[in-house]
């Protein structure tokens, strides 16, 4: 079983910097390939994605953060960051550490419990 603890979110001005933390525990067997992600949802809005990197450091990022936001990862500490930067107050919303896991058993989905993140003057 997985388990995803995110950290690192609050109240922070427009303009401001933000980074957020996820890290992995637990073990998963025979594991071929493992994207991590986070995902945001804002108060009557549906679950957006913000940001992907894959195993090999591919990355992704919604159009709304790009230039803004950067998403690493530590392979060998099982931790994936997200440094927001120029944080404008539509990123409000609550943030999710995702962990897509292909393993033998089949593709997986792993979520952790969101953390909030709050751009206001």
């Known amino acids: 079983q997985v388990q995803l603890v995110e950290s690192g979110g609050g109240l922070v001005q427009p303009g401001g910097s933000l980074r957020l933390s996820c890290a992995m525990s637990?073990?998963?067997?025979?594991?071929?390939?493992?994207?991590m992600g986070w995902y945001r949802q804002a108060p009557g809005k549906q679950r957006e994605l913000v940001a992907s990197?894959?195993?090999?450091?591919?990355?992704n990022y919604a159009d709304s953060v790009k230039g803004r936001f950067t998403i690493s990862r530590d392979n060998a500490k099982r931790t994936v960051d997200l440094q927001m930067n120029s944080l404008k107050s539509e990123d409000t919303a609550v943030y999710y550490c995702?962990?897509?896991?292909?393993?033998?058993?089949?593709?997986?989905?792993?979520w952790g419990q969101g953390t909030q993140v709050a751009v206001s003057s």
């Open positions: 990197i894959t195993s090999s450091g591919s990355t």
């Open positions: 637990g073990s998963i067997f025979s594991i071929y390939g493992m994207g």
């Open positions: 995702n962990a897509h896991i292909i393993s033998r058993s089949g593709p997986s989905d792993y």
